[in-house]
């Protein structure tokens, strides 16, 4: 293994993978749940890192793609690839457009 690409960091929340949310999807090379902060479907890579190969980047998408168009409809939302709080682990979130946050309550 690659620096930075390990199978899981330590003290990362996100490795973790705690079922804290509603879970919707997952696979041998990521998960997507609804975030914790934001509520919305976030997509994370298995691997911890922050660079996935393209290869992965494009399969997250597309895991992403599926949740996202079932819960906000097609063309309805946008990728959000900006890892605030835990920048040292791939993830992206599903934003419904119009909206940075739908987080229970708000």
Same mark, same amino acid.
């Given at each position: 293994?690659?620096?930075?690409?390990?199978?899981? !960091?330590?003290? *990362?929340?996100? *490795?973790?993978?705690?079922?804290?949310?509603?879970? =919707?999807?997952?696979?041998?090379?990521?998960?997507?749940?609804?975030?914790?902060? *934001?509520?919305?479907?976030?997509? #994370?890579?298995?691997? =911890?890192?922050?660079?996935?190969?393209?290869?992965? #980047?494009?399969?997250?998408?597309?895991?992403?793609?599926? #949740?996202?168009?079932?819960?906000?409809?097609? !063309?309805?939302?946008?990728?959000?690839? #900006?890892?605030?709080?835990?920048?040292?682990?791939?993830?992206?979130?599903?934003?419904?457009?119009? =909206?940075?946050?739908?987080?229970?309550?708000?």
């Amino acid at each position: 293994m690659t620096a930075g690409h390990g199978l899981a !960091g330590a003290g *990362c929340d996100l *490795c973790e993978a705690a079922r804290l949310t509603p879970w =919707h999807a997952e696979d041998d090379r990521c998960w997507v749940a609804d975030c914790e902060v *934001c509520g919305v479907p976030m997509v #994370v890579w298995k691997r =911890h890192g922050a660079q996935p190969p393209d290869g992965e #980047v494009a399969h997250m998408v597309a895991v992403l793609d599926q #949740v996202a168009d079932a819960r906000f409809g097609p !063309g309805r939302w946008s990728l959000d690839r #900006v890892m605030r709080q835990i920048p040292g682990h791939f993830h992206a979130h599903a934003r419904p457009h119009g =909206h940075w946050s739908v987080a229970p309550g708000l």
